[in-house]
Structures are given as C-alpha cells and as structure tokens.
C-alpha cells in the first residue's frame, strides 16, 4: 500500500515538474520575444540646416539597418532679413541646393532601407526664435496642410518630424493644431510616418501632444543632448527611464550631438555602452544624430558605430 502512495505521488510530481518546466521555458521565450520587439534597428540623422554642402551621399549606411534622414527644417515664416510667422505657411529652410528633390530619389532609389523626412520648426530662422505663433488652430492647420503637402510631394518624402522649441500659444493650442495635421496628413496618406523631438524645457507642450495624438506619432527623438555635457553613463539611464514614462508606450530614441562640445553624454564618456544597456534590455528603440553637417569633421565616425551596434544581434 505504501509503495503504491508513493509511486502515485512520484508520478504526480513528475507531472507537475514537467509542467513547470514548460511554463518556464514558454515565459523565457515570450520574454525574448519582447525584447526582441522593443528594440529596433532605426537610425535617424538630421541633415541640411548647417549650409555647409553636406549631401546624402556623404552620409555611411548601413543596409541592415531602417535609416531615417530628416531634413531640417521647414519653418512657416518668411524667408527674408527679418523673418515673420506665416500661420503655417511653410517655406524650406535647409541647403535645397545639395538636398534636392533629385538627390531624395536618388538616395532612396539607391538603398532600399532609407525614407526621407522634413522636420518643422528647429531653434531659429535667421537668428531669429522660431515660435509657434498659429493665428487660429483651424487656419493653421489648413494653411500647414496645403503647404506641407505641396513639399512633401515635391520632394518624394516619407514623415515630418516636430521640432517646435519656441511658443507663442499654450500647450492645448498647439497639441490640438500638430495633432490635427499629423493625424490630416497620415489619413490623406501624404506621410507614413510622425516623430516628436523635445526635450526637458519643452516637454510640457509635447506631452500635452502625445496626451491626446499618441496613436499617431511614431518616434519620439528626444534631444538628450540638451542635458549637461558631464551626463554620465547612471545619469543618461536615469534620464532615459523618466522620458520613457512621460512618453509611455512610444518609441523613444537615444540620441547624441556629433559637434564638438556637444552636451548629453557623449561617445567618449560611454554613450555607446549606454546603448548596448538599452538594448539588453529590449529598450533601445533607435538612435538619432543631430547632424550629418557637423559629422563630415569626424568622418562619420559616430554614424558607422551607432549603426554597427544597431544591426548587431
């Protein structure tokens, strides 16, 4: 009798040490799968707002990574000596003479992996702020519409990116007006794409912005090299966790300034490693450079490396 109990219980936690080994071995997998889907092998580069005859083919790229150029900017002010707002009206501001629309369609006819963007705003047009300054939400996005579309078809683009750093209206007006004309341009099927790029100082308009629009923005390139040029390798995680949750569920980007004496944390103090961190743990959604302009005076050296380590297993 007490052999048959025991062989009984034997068999029954056989059964339930084997149940359990698939359970765990279902729960490693699945973890796997999603770091394997939070990561991404997107790298982003700005590019055209420095004069400097910079040109996409300049640029290295990597054909095992998705390589987003974005060109910056397109400013709804005018383009004289003393520049005004247009109330979305937008005209280019960044080097149209190399970064044609010939030179668009050639790079992206060339390498199969690259789409083009234009990004809106930026610092300043002519040493002048580039605010934010709407008349009303529903003629700006009319007119940003209009506008927009005509160069983005001109120029066989892909996405816009939002780069408003100066404010004239309050953080609802302008949620409500890029909203309204990310969500009209996606639905139009002018762009496939959306991304933000704020950083600290600005996060209250875009995360009034991504309250209410998130559903239609893509990336969010946060500027963290806005933060001090002695961020260390702790201090950047930290920073990236907290933009993580202001921006939750978005694909928030790493990103570095390529001029000398840029801020954030940089190359040499362990931007690098920082990454392949987010990485190993399925967080690194990409990474962007701000720019291609000032890059040409290191050769493209941080582009190769971001790029090597994003198409590594």
């Not at 309204?180 to 959306?194: C, H, R």
């Not at 490693?273 to 050769?299: H, P, R, V, Y």
Request: glycine share 6%; hydrophobic share 40%; with cysteine.
């Amino acid at each position: 009798m007490c052999i048959s109990i025991n062989s009984t219980l034997i068999k029954q936690m056989a059964s339930t040490m084997h149940k359990l080994i698939l359970l765990q071995t279902l729960i490693t997998i699945l973890s796997m799968q999603t770091l394997t889907a939070q990561n991404s092998n997107l790298f982003t580069e700005y590019i055209g707002a420095i004069f400097n005859g910079v040109k996409f083919t300049d640029v290295p790229i990597n054909s095992s990574v998705d390589f987003h150029f974005i060109l910056a900017f397109a400013i709804d002010y005018t383009d004289t000596s003393s520049p005004s707002p247009t109330n979305g009206n937008f005209n280019i501001f960044w080097d149209s003479t190399n970064l044609s629309p010939s030179q668009v369609s050639s790079i992206k006819q060339a390498n199969s992996n690259v789409k083009v963007a234009l990004s809106l705003g930026g610092d300043t047009v002519h040493d002048v702020p580039a605010n934010f300054s709407p008349t009303s939400i529903d003629s700006w996005v009319s007119n940003a519409v209009s506008s927009l579309t005509s160069i983005i078809q001109q120029y066989n683009l892909d996405g816009i990116d939002i780069d408003y750093e100066h404010f004239s209206t309050d953080e609802a007006t302008f949620a409500s007006s890029i909203g309204q004309l990310i969500t009209t341009l996606k639905n139009n099927g002018v762009i496939s794409f959306a991304s933000i790029a704020p950083f600290d100082s600005v996060n209250s308009y875009y995360m009034a912005l991504w309250k209410n629009y998130s559903s239609v923005i893509d990336y969010v390139n946060f500027q963290f090299y806005a933060y001090s040029s002695d961020t260390t390798v702790t201090q950047f995680e930290s920073y990236f966790e907290t933009q993580r949750g202001n921006y939750n569920g978005g694909k928030v980007l790493a990103s570095i300034g390529s001029a000398a004496g840029s801020g954030g944390l940089s190359p040499a103090n362990g931007f690098f490693d920082a990454c392949q961190t987010l990485k190993s743990k399925g967080e690194l959604s990409g990474i962007f450079i701000w720019c291609a302009d000032n890059s040409m005076a290191n050769s493209f050296a941080y582009e190769n490396q971001a790029q090597s380590l994003l198409a590594s297993g």
